[in-house]
């Protein structure tokens, strides 16, 4: 019986990117990469798979939203004691990739992460609704629990607990400790564009003596 994976194929014909074309500046590459995104209106565009190890040295993925991009580098939110955390505590460096199918373009980024300020944190956390507040206050991030019910249960006692005033909730829910922002710090870029006959296109940026070196990569 025939595979039926082996003929789902695309052609990639929607650009090129060269050396030459590029901003001499990755983070500045990368968010015209996002805006570009965001106006094609592709799907969670600034959704990016991190990538992690602690110390048994093997790699786990998942799926954050990037929240923040500037000179410093690219800031995520998350639980600090969830698996992603522990292990970040244990081993700082991280890769990151977006992917934009629509336009057959992804960008690799590694580094080395750190935490964002505490007031950084609560600025994100005191901008997200309500609900997301009470699921980040009340969800132990990577923990097993016994089931559905009980973070509802979790909610429920949360909204009738001493103190907790249910008029004032939107005031009420403060950043749980544990939950906060990285950064990553990149060291490494690639950009890739589909091509066409799988000529894709691979720019490099790599740090050399505090400068970004750009070199081409085969596909
Ligand atoms: C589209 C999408 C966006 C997500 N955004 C976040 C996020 O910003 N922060 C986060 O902690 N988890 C986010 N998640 C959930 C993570 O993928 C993951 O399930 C969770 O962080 C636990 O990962 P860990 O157990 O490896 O730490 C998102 C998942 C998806 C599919």
């Known amino acids: ?19 030459e074309q590029v901003n001499t500046d990755p983070l500045k590459q990368l968010e015209l990469w996002i805006k570009e995104a965001m106006e094609a209106e592709c799907p969670e565009p600034t ?16 799926v954050v939203l990037m ?4 000179e410093q580098g690219i800031t995520f939110f998350t639980n600090y004691d969830s698996r992603k955390g522990l292990q970040l505590a244990s081993n700082p460096y991280a890769s990151i990739l977006f ?5 057959e373009r992804q960008v690799r980024i590694e580094g080395v992460t750190e935490r964002v300020s505490k007031m950084e944190s609560d600025i994100y956390f005191d901008s997200r609704p309500v609900e997301s507040r009470i699921s980040a206050a009340i969800s132990p991030q990577s923990q097993e629990i016994p089931s559905r019910q009980w973070l509802v ?23 749980p400790e544990n939950w906060g922002g990285y950064r990553v710090i990149p060291e490494y870029f690639e950009f890739w564009q589909g091509g ?9 940026f790599a740090q050399v003596c505090g400068n ?7 596909p």
Not at 53 to 59: A, E, I, K, M
Not at 212 to 218: D, F, G, K, P, T
Request: hydrophobic fraction near 35%; avoid cysteine.
């Open 196 to 204: 066409e006959d799988r000529l894709h296109d691979r720019v490099i």
């Open 47 to 62: 959704a990016m798979i991190l990538s992690t190890t602690g110390t048994d040295l093997r790699p786990s993925s998942r």
């Open 212 to 218: 970004w070196s750009i070199v081409r990569l085969a």
């Open 153 to 175: 249960e979790r909610i429920g006692e949360l909204s009738i607990g001493p103190g907790f005033n249910r008029g004032l909730q939107e005031l009420s829910i403060k950043r």
């Open 99 to 103: 992917f934009w199918p629509d336009l």
């Open 67 to 70: 929240k923040g991009l500037d």
């Open 1 to 19: 019986m025939q595979n039926p994976f082996h003929s789902i194929r695309q052609q990639y014909s929607r650009g090129t990117l060269s050396e």
